[in-house]
Each structure stands twice: as C-alpha cells, then as structure tokens.
C-alpha cells in the first residue's frame, strides 16, 4: 500500500501498539479494582476475560480482511452512509477524547502524588497533552518505533515489580476458585474492560503492510497483555492479601516501596521515571487512531492536516481531563469507559462485520 | 509550518512551567529526621489545648542530623505536639528553621502504652502521603520512646544511626522480632496479628528486650527474649540464633555447650467438623559452636544425636509452653498459623477468624534437629 505520512507500519510494529494501547496506568490500580470482586480468584477472571480481547480481535480482523485497504472512516461511511457512518467515526472519537481523558488525569494524579506534589495539576496533565500531540503527530512508523522500543523499557521496569514478590505469601491465593461461577463472572465483565485499547486496530488496520499476519500478531499481544496483567494480579494478592490490597489505591507502585535495594533505595521513583513515557502511550496510539479517522471523516489530506485534529483532541482530552473534582470520581468514570469498549471493540466491529455482508456488492467492488 | 510553530510552542511551554518551578527545594534548608519516636502526650502546655478533653495528644520526637558545615553538634532533637502524627508535624515550622522532610526516616519507636492504643492512626501520616518508603522499620519502646532519642551515642553518628543497624534485619542476626511498615500492615489481614520488637533502656544503652504481642494494631502483651526465640520458630520467621544445650548422665551434667541453627516450619491443618488440628514441623539446622567437655565425636558416635535430641527436646517443651501461653493469656495469633485453614476454608472462616479462634484449636508442635557441622574440631 500506499505510504501516507509514513504511515505503514509492520505486523510487529502493531503487536506492541496493542500492547501499548492496553499496558499503562491500569496495571497500577486494576489489582485492587479486580481482587474486591473476584477475591483471590481475581487472576483468573482477569485470565479468562482474555477472550474478550480475543473475540474483538477476530471480528476486526474478519472486517479488515473483507475490506482490507479501506480506512476505518470510508469504511463507516460506505457501509452505514454518510450520514450514519459519520456519526459512528464521531462516537468512536467521542469515546477516545472521553476514556483518554481518564488515562490522563490518572496519569498525572500519580505524578503529583509522587513525584511533583506542589506542581499544579494542569500544568503537569499540560505537560502530558504536548508530549501526545508531538509524538502521535508523527504518524504510524514512528508510533509503531516507539511502542516497540518502549515495549522493552516495560519489559524491564516490570522486572521490578516481581521483586517484592519473594516477600509475599501464598495463602492469599488460596483457596482458588472460592469466589465461585459467580464471583469470577463478575470479574471477568469489569476486567474485561481493562483489555481496552484492541479496538485500536479498527484505524490501524488499514495502515499494516502485512494483512495475513495481523491476526497472529493481535493473539500475541493479546497473550503478552494478559501475562503482564496476571502477573500483577498475583504478586499484589500474594504481597498484600486481599483485604490489604483494597486499602490502597494504586497498588502497583505501593509494591516498589516495600523493598529497598542498596543504591537504588527508592525503587518507586526509579520505575515512575521510565513509566512517565510508557503511561502515556496509549493516548498516543489511541490519540493518532481519533485524528486519522477525524481526517479520514473529513476527507482531508493526512500528511497536510494531521495535527489540526489532534490539537483538537488533545485539547478536548485536557479540559475534560480537569473536570472530575477528584480521583474517586475519576474511578467512577472509568467504569463507564469501561462499557464504551465493549460499545467500540465489541459492537462496532460486530455491527461492521454484518453490514458488510448485507452490502457485499459494494465489498467487492471496492476489495 | 504547523509542526514548527507546535515544536516552538511546546519549548516554550515547557520552558515556562518546569516542574522545578513548583517543586524546587533547597537541601540545604530542609530538615531529614533520621528516627521518629511517637508518646502519648505528657502534660504540658501545647497550643492544643483547646481540643477536646477526650482526644489523647501525641508527641512526635525526631532526630535530624545537622548538614550544615560547622556546627558544634551532629544533630538535633525536636518534640512537638499533635492530634496525630501529620498534625504534630505540623507543628514543626514553629519552632525549626527550613522545611521538614520525613521521606528519608528508617525507623520509627512507639511507646507501649501508646502502642496499647492501637498503631494504624499514627500510621496514616506514614502511609496516606507518598513520601515514606514501607521499608521504615518499627519497635516499641518500653520507657517513653523520645527517651531513646536522648540515650548518648559515642560510636554512631547519631541515635537515628544506631536504630537503623540495630533493627534492620535483626532477625538475621539472632531470633529477634524485626517488623517493616509494609509487614506491619500485611500481618493484619484476616487471621494475622503483628509482632515488634520491644526495646528499652539499661545502663544508658539501648537494647532489645523482647517482642510485643499485637492484637491486629493493638498491642496486648509481651514475650521476653527467651520466649521470642520459640515465638519466631513456631511463626515460620527464617532467623538464626545461639542455642545451649546441657547433657544429663545419670542426673548429673556430663556435658554442655551451644549450637547455633537456622530454622523453617511447616504446617498442616485438619478439620473434624468444628474442632481444627494444626501440626506444627519445626525444623532446626545448625552446627556445633561450642563443648564443655573432651570427648571427640569420633569416638561417641552418639553423641552428635544427643545433643541433637537434646536440642530437640528442650525446643518442642518451650515452643508447647509458648503455644499454651498464646491460647490461655494472648488469645491471639500470633504464630500465624490461622491462615492455612484460610487457606482452606476462607469463605466460611474470614469473618471468624480472629475472635475466638486460636484459643480453641488443638496446636501439635514437633522439632527436628539436624547438626550439619561440628566445625573444625573433633
């Protein structure tokens, strides 16, 4: 295909784009979301919630091999019309200015608690917001580089987390499966919501070179996220317990403050440090998504136009970034972005998925 | 053009709001205490005063070494008064100079009758603000906790020095109680209590005397130093310690001496119906320090196995004694055994589990002692 703005990107590329989209600041706080209603069982909810991932995955890739080199916006708008398609591609921006936004404010909520606790709020979710623009700004390939670059830095900063670990105890984990039918179901609806950021292949699709290989490379992702979330998961239940765990509320980092390792001495500050880049990835992958679409909708050149949009977004996603009064109403929200990636990941693709076979004239002449 | 005038924006932004503008601090000016020693308040006029009679004011002493070039000493001391800890940290700008950090404090004292008040409030100033690691390690003290910040220090640069070696990682050292803020707040989960180590003063020195008993963040009773041997073995803590043992022949002593172990449990839980069974393996490994007496081990062969036996014997008699003492006069759980039957049955046990429980279980305990070297000597 076609290189637009440097804007193809490699089916490996894409598995740490996944990967980024999904890995941020959830890993922190999702242990204790999870554990208050799966218990101990909370890891495998987590495990077995992999399917949704794995079910968008597949209706995306079905779509995408249907109509592989047509952007998600055209896509929309031949399948829906233009007035419907354009409503559709506007809810799919809604949605990533709006769970963004959450991201965000999370995001640099921990930055000032940590590490810049007289910095104001906006001037640090401001400092954020540039760094989004600037980079996403850059297209694809380079988002793709740098996803996969930073896949590494997470790979190593994890490491970290596994060490306090060895002072954990095993019976926090037992026994397992306790939580019953029940409790896991439970689980598995709301950490199926913590696999957001999948649905990011709706636009990226178009933009991988290797059509074949995306399905493969989104099950590898898939595979890498769901290790990184149960892994969390089960060091956190085995260094907290559960009813430890619910006291604080990001758990992730509390872990880094329990050991302390000669020289590093505060392992927290060291793993913020490398997380500040790695945190805001998602918004930068899902940032580029919305602005390629919101270029695509308006039928504009993407090399020239780009970055209008994503000002635009990015601007959105700051000022609704600073509305929630505090972080509990933050946590609140989340949850309902939570049910817009079932609506994104799940629905649209599904909904594509059947139009596209209603409309198989205009399928074939445009595959 | 865009990108330019967005790259020169973002500069500029940047530029304009550092974060050194908001968060910028001198070190020089700012104060680290080393120690922090929490009391009840003693009666005296504190600004506080006005509050209401029923709130118990805390008195927060510090130790902060004097970074400063210069001066005539290593460190200071300084007490203020508080409802709790943060509030008596408040207090400080009143009466020092610069700003107060307490991120880079490595031990903290709590006096006993403030530690029978219960621990977790005094930890909120700890735990609710990002600034303290979890590594901070605990004791309590049995005289007011500020009087061990007054204890003169010779051969450490200060008191704040000497607390930190003498409580991190003691139980590597010997069997003594050694508790984090993070195990402090772990060992509070269902069917767990804390322990600390209990300090105090003689003869103007400042020394373990033992382990305080905690019912969750309460503290309820004592061990001497004798009795937290058992207590640590029985609890599973990974220590190492000096053990005597003294050989009877024919009601006579034929030998004594001292071995030092390491040592590991295991445990098992049963159930029949209501009544729980929980057998205790103590294992003990060591080697021979010291003889009283000349026979070589090459020549009793047997000799080995008895003091092995002996070290045994004396072991299951004292950790038995401590158990029936935890069941009858502590009545809680404080060898953290309730959570293998959590481990079982956690659902139907979590909300009983620690009111009267442990006192009503049958507690088996059995000690094997190995004695891998004799060391050098025959």
């Not at chain 2, 293998?340 to 429980?357: S, V």
């Amino acid at each position: 295909m076609k290189d637009r703005n440097g804007s193809t990107i490699t089916s490996k590329q894409m598995i740490f784009i996944i990967v980024g989209s999904q890995v941020g600041i959830r890993l922190m706080y999702m242990p204790r979301v999870l554990t208050a209603i799966a218990r101990q069982d909370a890891w495998i909810a987590v495990l077995i919630a992999s399917i949704v991932p794995i079910i968008s995955l597949f209706l995306i890739d079905r779509l995408g091999k249907r109509m592989p080199e047509m952007g998600f916006a055209r896509m929309s708008q031949e399948l829906f019309g233009k007035f419907l398609g354009s409503i559709l591609i506007i809810i799919f921006i809604g949605y990533v200015i709006g769970y963004m936004s959450i991201i965000m404010r999370f995001f640099s909520e921990v930055t000032k608690l940590y590490l810049l606790p007289k910095t104001p709020l906006a001037v640090i979710l401001l400092m954020y917001v540039f760094m989004v623009v600037y980079v996403a700004n850059k297209g694809a390939r380079v988002i793709g580089r740098l996803n996969d670059l930073l896949f590494y830095l997470i790979l190593a900063t994890f490491l970290l987390l596994i060490i306090p670990a060895g002072q954990g105890d095993y019976t926090y984990l037992l026994p397992i499966g306790e939580a019953g039918l029940g409790g896991i179901a439970r689980g598995f609806v709301t950490a199926g919501y913590y696999y957001a950021g999948i649905e990011v292949l709706l636009v990226y699709y178009s933009l991988v070179n290797k059509k074949d290989e995306i399905f493969k490379a989104g099950l590898i992702a898939i595979a890498i996220t769901t290790a990184f979330y149960v892994s969390i998961i089960v060091i956190c239940e085995l260094v907290f317990g559960i009813s430890g765990l619910q006291k604080h509320l990001f758990p992730g980092l509390i872990l880094l403050k329990i050991v302390q390792i000669p020289v590093f001495e505060r392992l927290e500050f060291i793993f913020l440090f490398f997380w500040l880049g790695i945190g805001a990835r998602p918004a930068i992958n899902m940032c580029f998504a919305a602005s390629l679409a919101f270029t695509q909708l308006l039928k504009l050149d993407e090399k020239k136009y780009l970055i209008y949009p994503l000002i635009l977004i990015a601007v959105s996603i700051f000022i609704l970034a600073l509305l929630p009064s505090d972080i509990l109403v933050v946590f609140n929200l989340r949850t309902f972005a939570g049910y817009g990636f079932y609506l994104i990941g799940i629905i649209y693709p599904l909904l594509f998925l059947i139009m596209s076979f209603i409309h198989e004239e205009k399928v074939k002449q445009n595959a | 053009m865009p990108k330019r005038i967005l790259l020169a924006l973002i500069m500029v932004m940047q530029t304009i709001t550092l974060s050194g503008c908001w968060d910028y601090r001198d070190i020089n000016t700012v104060a680290f205490p080393q120690l922090g020693a929490y009391d009840l308040h003693e009666e005296g006029e504190t600004s506080m005063n006005s509050l209401s009679q029923d709130i118990q004011l805390i008195d927060l002493t510090v130790v902060i070494p004097n970074i400063a070039e210069n001066v005539e000493s290593k460190f200071k001391i300084d007490k203020t008064t508080g409802i709790l800890i943060g509030n008596a940290r408040g207090q400080k700008p009143y009466q020092l100079p610069g700003g107060y950090t307490p991120g880079v404090a490595s031990a903290i004292i709590v006096s006993q009758d403030l530690a029978a008040t219960g621990i977790n409030k005094l930890n909120e100033a700890l735990t609710r603000g990002a600034l303290n690691p979890h590594t901070l390690n605990y004791a309590i003290s049995e005289t007011r906790a500020e009087n061990i910040l007054h204890v003169p220090v010779k051969d450490f640069p200060s008191m704040g020095v000497y607390m930190r070696m003498l409580l991190r990682s003691a139980d590597k050292r010997a069997f003594i109680a050694t508790t984090t803020l993070h195990q402090f707040e772990a060992d509070q989960n269902p069917g767990k209590n804390p322990i600390m180590p209990l300090v105090t003063i003689i003869n103007d020195k400042v020394m373990f005397s033992g382990t305080a008993i905690l019912k969750k963040d309460k503290m309820i009773g004592r061990a001497d130093l004798d009795e937290t041997q058992y207590l640590l073995m029985l609890r599973g803590v990974k220590s190492t310690g000096s053990l005597p043992f003294v050989l009877n022949n024919d009601d006579n002593t034929s030998e004594y001496g001292s071995i030092v172990v390491v040592n590991k449990r295991e445990v098992k839980v049963e159930r029949n119906g209501d009544k729980f069974v929980f057998n205790i393996n103590i294992m003990l490994e060591g080697e021979v320090i010291e003889r009283s007496d000349n026979i070589l081990f090459t020549e009793d062969k047997e000799l080995i196995h008895d003091i092995e036996n002996q070290i045994t014997s004396d072991v299951t008699d004292r950790s038995k004694r401590f158990v029936k003492k935890m069941q009858e006069q502590y009545k809680v759980d404080c060898i953290d055994i309730s959570k293998y039957a959590l481990a079982k049955w956690r659902k139907e046990l979590e909300p009983r589990i620690d009111e009267e429980f442990i006192e009503n279980v049958i507690i088996n305990v059995n000690v094997t002692t190995k004695i891998n070297n004799i060391g050098e000597e025959n």
